[in-house]
């Protein structure tokens, strides 16, 4: 077998580096290291976000549980708060969070005290009637129909939602068996200990009713229509000449709020699709434009009222729109 | 490029200049549109086989518009559940999907329980998403052995499997991972895992399952990867692009689905896809885990100390993970009668001897969990 030969470099043969040249060569290349070091060392540009803030946990409403839902008893109770509610509901919790969750109430009911627990009651604490009423809504199973439970309520299969006062309230059989009665009986009993006088969401008297379609209004605490600056919005579905179109309202805490919310929409509208109108006066101001994925949007802020309309294509009818909801807004309390 | 399709970091280091040349004769406003040329980054599915895009979609808090957006874009893996928002989520999925079923594979979950329960799971799950099928369907939420081998949860996926309203299987688990994980992949059952997976939670046994269960031929998604919405406790805000890289850089996970609620996340974490992370986001991801350690066991076996009465805090701890974690207040009591020195003398202790290195708080853990098992 033959040894193979070992390669020999090649030695370049040319003309002399000038000293010149040398330098320069490594002023390039500590430049380009400097840029890659830097590009290394950080990385993409790393925008972060807020995250939702711990809020206060459970203050003593434990009597909202009945101590018997027949033929059971409460046999456990449990408690669990912003940070930890991923323990509870998992993969659910943001969804929860988003919507101002503050605390959770759990109660579980079984024959007797050793027994596993066949009935479960969950009363979340969202802060505000609103919030409550948003996340019920948002959560509300696509096959079933509203239901005079609680504020909103439904009766499903094993289980029972609803809302009242600023409560979301959950409860579930944990059987195979079909004890839907028994998960009922159980939803009216902890509704009625609920006390809550007022029978729906005050904010969506000023929304008008010609034309809006049934099960619609609904409160968006974050993002809505994926809009990250828009925050603790009402909003009601309409029927239009061509398709359907939304009106919205948020009212913010001060006025600043509001114009800060409008800066950032004109900013990201005008990078996410196309401005067409910014009228500035001395007490309000209109961005009229489109998004890609939203269509026409137009808002009016006037103090700190922010209103608007989505999808309605034609800046007259869209202005008109907007202009009544804000008319009726300002005059509701 | 490593073999699922991604860049490596050698790859970053042959183009990185290349790349910060383009970025620099950029015009600002094109740099504002992030979306805009995206450099889509796609792995390859375990044996599944399905090109995925590494950076994908949890529906679950994404409205329609954005969930449309997303996939406009070029995500082809939509994560729901048949119990997302009580079902309205996955009809969101399904107006977006309408009439382009085949530009996105989209995943679904059930929960476990009887048979018929969980095939009625399956057909209104269907109708929602007005489809004849899913790509993958899932179990919800496993969380041990003996849930990997239930059999009629194997029962059911197998007959959506042959009656064709699913291509592939798998199951979701949040909680003690690494023995639901290694389970998998002893077994030929599933193609699919949804695990939690992120910079806090990641210890050497999650990590060697999930290089275990990629070994098996099953593809890897990764969950809860910017560590949900845990507030920051030291206040400010959380380095959510780079805990993202960070879940990326791991070669056995192919796809990350972040939970993603407005359109400029969507940005943010599509602009993840080929990125690598950098020095300084991952020392700020260390302070971030640092301040956030002890919110979750991970039952990473690193407590330092020993009880002076001979208290065995791991068994203790496991079952408090089984009552408060799983809410399986049986299952925990049952298991705490058989630990041999249980929490009995913790609540005389004010401090405990043992350090958890996570940083949670024995004592009231340990005397809680007597209180409600003893």
């Known amino acids: 077998m033959p040894t193979p030969t070992p390669r020999r470099r090649k030695r370049r043969s040319g003309r002399p580096v000038k000293r010149a040249e040398t330098i320069a060569s490594s002023v390039i290349l500590t430049g380009l290291a400097a840029i890659f070091l830097i590009v290394f060392l950080v990385g993409s540009s790393g925008e972060t976000r807020t995250l939702a803030g711990a809020g206060s946990l459970w203050t003593g409403e434990a009597d909202i549980l009945p101590p018997r839902i027949d033929p059971l008893a409460l046999s456990g109770t449990w408690t669990y708060g912003p940070d930890n509610l991923y323990e509870y509901i998992n993969g659910q919790a943001p969804h929860y969070l988003q919507f101002g969750f503050e605390a959770v109430l759990v109660g579980e009911y079984a024959e007797d005290a050793g027994a596993m627990p066949e009935l479960i009651v969950d009363v979340y604490h969202m802060g505000e009637r609103s919030n409550a009423y948003g996340l019920f809504m948002e959560s509300f199973p696509p096959e079933e129909e509203l239901a005079p439970l609680g504020n909103d309520g439904f009766y499903g299969h094993n289980v029972a939602a609803f809302w009242k006062g600023p409560y979301y309230v959950r409860v579930m059989a944990l059987t195979a068996e079909d004890e839907s009665y028994t998960v009922h009986a159980a939803a009216e009993m902890v509704a009625e200990r609920i006390q809550d006088d007022e029978a729906g969401l005050a904010e969506f008297a000023a929304f008008p009713t010609e034309g809006l379609l049934a099960g619609t209004l609904s409160f968006s605490k974050v993002a809505a229509f994926g809009l990250h600056y828009m925050k603790d919005t009402f909003l009601g579905s309409y029927e239009g000449e061509e398709s359907v179109y939304r009106l919205f309202y948020s009212h913010l805490e001060t006025e600043e709020e509001a114009l800060e919310l409008m800066a950032e929409h004109r900013e990201y509208l005008g990078s996410a699709g196309e401005v067409t109108a910014v009228e500035e006066g001395a007490q309000e101001e209109l961005v009229w434009g489109r998004h890609q994925y939203i269509g026409a949007i137009l808002m009016i802020r006037r103090g700190n009222l922010v209103v608007g309309s989505v999808r309605l294509a034609e800046r007259g009818e869209a202005e008109g729109a907007v202009r009544d909801l804000l008319r009726r807004v300002e005059v509701e309390p | ?374």
């Open chain 2, 1 to 374: 490029m490593k073999k699922d399709g991604r860049f490596s970091r050698r790859d970053f280091l042959k183009t990185g200049p290349a790349a910060f040349a383009v970025a620099a004769a950029t015009p600002s406003w094109l740099s504002a549109r992030p979306a805009s040329g995206l450099a889509l980054e796609h792995g390859v599915l375990g044996r599944t086989g399905l090109r995925v895009t590494s950076v994908s979609l949890g529906c679950m808090v994404a409205p329609e518009e954005v969930i449309a957006a997303a996939v406009d874009r070029g995500v082809n893996w939509l994560d729901t559940a048949h119990v997302y928002k009580n079902g309205q989520n996955e009809g969101e999925v399904g107006r977006v999907m309408r009439g382009r079923r085949d530009t996105a594979y989209i995943s679904t979950k059930i929960r476990s329980g009887n048979k018929q329960t969980m095939q009625s799971q399956i057909d209104t799950s269907l109708t929602r998403l007005q489809t004849d099928y899913v790509d993958n369907l899932m179990i919800h939420d496993v969380r041990n052995r003996a849930q990997v081998f239930n059999e009629t949860n194997l029962e059911v996926l197998e007959e959506a499997k042959q009656a064709g309203k699913t291509r592939f299987v798998g199951f979701s688990t949040h909680n003690n991972m690494a023995e639901t994980i290694n389970a998998a992949a002893e077994s030929d059952h599933y193609d699919i895992i949804l695990t939690s997976f992120n910079f806090s939670i990641a210890n050497p046994a999650l990590l060697e399952a999930v290089a275990k269960a990629h070994a098996a031929g099953i593809g890897i998604i990764a969950m809860k990867t910017q560590l949900g919405d845990f507030p920051n406790p030291e206040g400010g805000l959380t380095p959510h692009q780079a805990a993202l890289k960070w879940v990326l850089e791991n070669e056995h996970v192919t796809c990350a689905v972040p939970g993603t609620r407005d359109f400029q996340q969507l940005d943010q974490n599509l602009a993840v896809m080929g990125q690598r992370l950098g020095y300084f986001e991952g020392r700020e991801l260390e302070r971030y885990a640092a301040a956030t350690s002890g919110l979750l066991c991970t039952d990473c076996g690193t407590c330092e100390g020993a009880c002076p009465n001979g208290v065995d805090i791991r068994d203790v701890r496991r079952c408090a993970m089984y009552l408060e974690g799983y809410r399986d207040p049986g299952l925990a009591r049952e298991n705490y009668r058989q630990v041999a020195l249980n929490a009995r003398p913790c609540a005389d202790c004010t401090e405990c001897a043992v350090l958890c290195t996570a940083g949670a708080a024995l004592q009231p853990l340990l005397s809680r969990t007597h209180a409600q098992l003893a």
